[in-house]
């Protein structure tokens, strides 16, 4: 069986969490099962794929047109020699796009989905969309098009309520949709070599896309946000750490943050998204605008404190009953000191740690669930 793992990719740790969390899963159920990927350009890409032996996908998408399937003229027997496989090779499809469909990310992706399925249906390939957010959807072709990739695919899972209700106001109630959370949760963290150097600490996640994908305000506010966290855990006696989850654009972002700010904040720029995750598990209170560094908290039984800029993050932080820890940066800094002092309280990080353990067994059990439905249609 050949399994296309759609959507995944290195430099955004939690999309690299979500590559690793499939392929724990399925190689633990499908021992025999091979894996591919469509290659990226970004540096080290080749690398990262050779060490999880990934197959590589002849795939190239240009002016509307597929020419990745011009690889099959290369002899099957060549191609095996390389590690390349052509897409009519593939039985299987896992889209793990995490956040692709919707308004806020253009009609492209949706278009692109719609055709693809279009071609895998005709040869009988399983299309799953694995848990992920979805929507809003307004715009008339995107509507068009995620409607026909939601009807076609024999699985789809919107992450949260919100979710849920774009795609069921899109095509209406399905057999093959059904809610589950984000499935990095049942992924372990690899302890870093120097756990010491993070244990008890509060670590501060930025995110690029606060300031690109959000208002005009938010994205004025969005550096000094961060620059107000860093100044009062400081003053409260804390040492703070900003932590990569992201890339060259969070980096430039971390450092004016730390230039503004006057200090000097460690930036932690790990490449192992699960030593990443490792990290996360130690610390006292992560304070983040990536969503998978806030799952990966939560999921540890970490208090987390959020912004972002998509419904993701506020429906995350309602699933797991703290929606009062979703901070606003265009808070003055009044309010926003008392909700850090807050997570601060012994006696209230001692309630909210047991709510979010809660509920984070609840939501392991919701992602074998998934799974189980999974493996159930791919068998």
């Known amino acids: 069986m050949l399994i296309e793992i759609k959507g995944t990719q290195f430099v955004n740790k939690g999309a690299e969490l979500m590559l690793l969390a499939v392929l724990q899963k399925v190689r633990d159920t499908l021992p025999e099962a091979s894996f591919v990927v469509v290659p990226s350009l970004k540096k080290d890409d080749y690398v990262n ?21 011009l690889g099959s003229i290369i002899p099957k027997k060549h191609r095996q020699r390389y590690g390349m496989v052509v897409d009519r090779e593939v039985d299987v499809v896992l889209d793990a796009s995490g956040f692709l469909y919707s308004d806020q990310i253009g009609k492209r992706s949706a278009n692109a989905m719609a055709s693809c399925v279009k071609t895998w249906k005709k040869r009988g390939v399983k299309v799953v969309l694995l848990s992920q957010a979805m929507g809003p959807f307004t715009s008339h072709e995107i509507r068009k098009a995620f409607a026909f990739v939601v009807e076609n695919a024999d699985l789809v899972f919107p992450r949260d309520d919100a979710s849920y209700k774009h795609v069921v106001d899109l095509v209406g109630e399905r057999e093959n949709i059904h809610q589950a959370p984000d499935f990095t949760n049942l992924v372990s963290g690899i302890m870093p070599e120097d756990p010491e150097r993070y244990r008890g600490r509060f670590c501060l996640i930025p995110n690029y896309r606060m300031i690109g994908k959000t208002s005009a305000i938010i994205s004025d506010l969005y550096q000094s946000f961060c620059v107000r966290c860093i100044k009062y855990l400081i003053q409260s006696g804390h040492k703070p750490f ?76 309602k699933e797991y009953g703290i929606l009062d820890s979703y901070l606003s940066v265009s808070n003055d800094s009044e309010i926003l000191n008392k909700q850090i002092e807050r997570i601060i309280n012994e006696d209230y990080r001692k309630e909210i740690i047991a709510k979010i353990t809660k509920a984070s067994a609840i939501y392991k059990e919701q992602t074998e669930m998934m799974w189980q439905r999974v493996f159930s249609v791919i068998g």
């Not at 794929?49 to 399937?69: F, I, N």
């Open 49 to 69: 794929r050779a060490k999880l032996g990934l197959y590589q996908k002849l795939w190239l998408r240009r002016y509307g047109l597929e020419w990745g399937r």
């Open 242 to 317: 900003i932590l990569i989850h992201e890339g060259e654009k969070d980096i430039l972002l971390s450092e004016k943050i730390v230039a503004e700010s006057g200090t000097e904040i460690e930036i932690v720029k790990e490449t192992d998204a699960l030593k990443i995750k490792g990290i996360l598990g130690l610390c006292s209170c992560v304070i983040s605008s990536r969503y998978h560094g806030l799952v990966s908290a939560l999921s540890q039984g970490v208090p987390a404190l959020a912004t972002g800029w998509s419904h993701k993050y506020e429906m995350l932080f």
